[in-house]
């Protein structure tokens, strides 16, 4: 019998009707002859409360005991979601992450999962129960709470699927799927059938907001598809799996737009070895991401290195370049933080040449300058004027033709 | 190093004021060189919602899942509590009723301990930490999640002073201690210093309401003195403790009054072996809890046979006796809702003569007539009308002079 892991985020299980609905659904799967596994999260605003409720004692609260509290969340849900089955006349039994093995490193607030024990929950599958499970939660080794951090309970779900050897993790979520661009941004976008990990892996880290990269990469990892759907819709969303052939067809599979960077130029830096080890690694240990990089010599002495950053980490990213400008000896330091960054992304433009030209043409068109280009192997960025953001993504989304469903571009 | 276990209550952690005092109070025994263990309720209305949750979604929830949902209630508190006193500079460490396992049976929503490992706390106060467990919950042998039932979080603070050996299980709540009677309904009556097992026993089954009887009978039983206290004034509180010979001294401890109680009387049941058993194996399986029972002979033949219960249980105790009337060849049924209990406690009474008089004579003074009596070793309890009840709570707490402290009694 095939077994279906069903994820509900925090908003499809904000209120009693709520999970009624989600508990229908999992009851639905089941009737079809599945096993369901059912994956919570925490009710709508109540992680929020919890936060706020920890913070009136201690500003900075030891995080065993954040995961201690938080974890609670879930907790609710998944006993309040098997009263909602046991209601509609069906076995239903909740567990903790902790109940079921759910083992990950001590790393409190931000674990990594490295063990989970089936056993408990295919016997409970086996006796007829759909089996509804805490997200966003584990246990160390020695037994203290710990907790996933942002993204995980899909984590938790995908982590599951895997080891139960699911036929698919479905996450129901509040959009119904994974959309070429933001609609908010490009009314026309379309939603996407499939997309294969890392076109969905290039999309997270980009900030499109759907699913956490590190449930895509345990997906892809576990061969695990991936079912992104609406909670609220009875319909198919977007499923991502491995790539198959058609998908190399498909030039650009999607489109993103970030708002919320800011840039950091150095001007001839000395260019030497190990000066840009010890620029980023400074970063690094200055806590600030950095996006793309990029360094263009400007003499046989000097080079210029820029980076990009999330607009939170400027601050903390000045203040570590102030720290270590003498060292590399940087004659001069500019900022910018009136940019936006507009990409692609498809597994197609492995085997595919003029993507570049064409996403540059379209921006030339539509009288974009473009400050600086990064790419990898199936992204394609741009660096513009923040005036000229949402105008860029347009003229990008009109040429790839990310209004239509791939197969129907020309 | 001698170890103190802190219990407290729902009402004495209900807010982010309350929870620091709470830990204040456990620092504060720390300091005084004590290792310290805190066990921690629900805060304030939270299991209530929680209740009203469940409600919502299935009027008669699986017992199991009840105890999964209202579990988080104390594991919130804990864990709130722990950052207190990491604010406050101290080290704390939470735990759940399964982390240190607590193992009781599988009676859901009214498990009994079984086991508790003491290893995980005393490590960690032996590191130097303030131990702060959850009350109220533990985890059967298939790490399920149980609860204790009413006063759960007190019966876990004196299993786990038992099982840790402590000198001390200090209970704090919302009064300062245990009076000789509610001073509500008899307003000169004072705070016991101490008091025994047996005689709270007693007090806590004639439904005063501080103590429950279960953590009572855990103190007497493993030895752990009990200190009730009051969780606002820094003031020593009623120790509950073994008898000792000055008790002896003191005719009556307490004195209690029961308004919530009717009374069901049979009339001409036939007088034969097995009709008692019969009624009330049948109340016993019709889930009626019965107070006090007697039965007279009339005749050879036929007995009359009356007993109380809460008014709550009425309807249930009534459909039960006729459904086994023809049976009993009970003659005739009645009925009383409109009486009282009135009744006192006393270890003293078990080596002194003269109690029951005192307390017969004081109601006869009063112009109270008597119902029905029943005694045990340290207990009279005297039935009267409603209309009399305070009337007659008063004048057994005059004529016990329940007014004075003990030593001052003539």
Redesign the interface.
Known sequence: MAIVVQKFGGTSVAD?EK??RAAMRAISAQKAGNQVVVVASARGKQTDQ?VT??I???????R???D??L??GE??T???M???M??MGYKA??F?G??IRMVTDAAHTKARIQSIGAERITKKLDDGFIVIVAGFQGMDED???TTLGRGGSDTSAVALAAALEAEVCEIYTDVDGIYTTDPRKYPDAVRMDQISYDEMLELASLGAGVMHGRAVEFGKKYNVPIHVRSSMKEMSGTIITHEVPQMEGILVSGATIQKNLAKIGLVGVDNRPGNAARIFSHLAGSQVIVNDIIQTEVSEQKANVSFTIGRDDLDGAKKAIEEIRSQIHCESVFVREDIAEVSVVGVGMRSHYGVADKMFQALAEAKVNIDSITTSEIRISCVVDIDHGEKALTAVCDAFELNKPADERS
Chains 1, 2 share one sequence.
């Open positions: 009693a999970i009624r919890l409720d920890a009136e004692l201690n500003p900075d609260p030891p065993r005991e954040m201690m509290l974890s609670t907790q609710q998944v006993s309040l098997a009263m909602a046991d209601a039994i909740s903790t902790s109940q037994g203290n709470i």
